[in-house]
């Protein structure tokens, strides 16, 4: 959602999703969260319906009116009236709408997880599901083939995850298959993590080493970390004997490596100039 008129129209909806959720539960929030990613879903699926909905030469009372029409009575009407909200605003591209409906979804299962208190165990878990992934390379290739159907592989990693994390942490899983915000699954999660990092008003930073920290020098990271960035960092640690020694740390965009693995290279790179 690159553009101020998508933003606009997600941020209607957004505090349109809050008013009416604002005495949910937890399982209802969690329900309407499925239902508004099963709206991304059939968006996903019908690219006429995508244009039709953002079409700018259609008023946004008439598009909201269409969406009122095809999903009354099908889904409870909070998810009618967010998704009302949403396509009443306007869009650069038919694109930015599914990306705007999905994030509303999951917008909508973070606060299931922060109704819980259990925000900080979904990130977790979800780190740790990666983690998994990228150290199983066959199951990194099968999980990340947007060319494959997505039911076989929503269905593997239902089996993986069943009764091991939290259900919020599961559905998220199931939308990084699907490619959150157009990215591929390992990017999508890694996104998911981070708003679920966000929502909790944190950073993350992701943390290589060596060999595993002491929570001293976990401590002592993340605090110097947090100066910087004028708000609380979360560590995501990952231990990687291959880069010898040193850490590496990332936090969105910025890259801070003072590993052995990157000085070697460095050294080589001058003595082969």
């Known amino acids: 959602m690159a553009s101020s008129v998508s933003r606009e129209a997600y941020g209607e909806a957004s505090d349109q999703l809050a008013a009416n959720t604002a005495a949910a539960t937890a399982p209802q929030l969690a329900t309407v969260a499925d239902e508004i990613l099963s709206v991304a879903g059939l968006l996903r699926a019908q690219p006429r319906l995508r244009r039709a909905l953002t079409d700018p030469s259609r008023p946004g009372s008439d598009r909201a009116d269409l969406v009122r029409s095809l999903l009354s009575g099908k889904v409870s009407e909070t998810t009618v009236n967010v998704v009302a909200a949403l396509v009443a605003g306007r869009f650069s591209r038919p694109a930015d709408l599914l990306d705007a409906t999905e994030r509303l979804g999951v917008d909508a299962l973070l606060a299931s997880a922060d109704r819980e208190g259990k925000l900080a165990d979904v990130e977790d878990e979800l780190f740790r599901f990666g983690q998994i992934v ?125 590993t052995v693995l990157r000085k070697l290279n460095q050294a080589k790179q001058a003595f082969a100039k």
Do not use: W
């Open 134 to 258: 990228s150290g199983d390379s066959q199951l990194a290739v099968t999980l990340s083939d947007a060319s494959a159907p997505v039911e076989p592989r929503v269905k593997l990693v239902q089996d993986l995850l069943k009764g091991k994390v939290h259900g919020a942490t599961g559905r998220l899983a199931e939308v990084a298959l699907t490619g959150f915000g157009g990215r591929g699954f390992q990017s999508s999660l890694t996104r998911l993590i981070e708003a679920t990092a966000a929502r909790r008003d944190r950073e993350v930073a992701y943390v290589t080493v060596a060999k595993p920290l002491t929570d001293a020098d976990e401590q002592a990271l993340a605090g110097k970390l947090s100066a910087i960035y004028g708000r609380e960092v979360t560590l995501k640690v990952d231990v990687d004997p291959s880069v010898l020694g040193g850490v590496s740390v990332r936090v969105g965009s910025d890259l801070y490596d003072g």
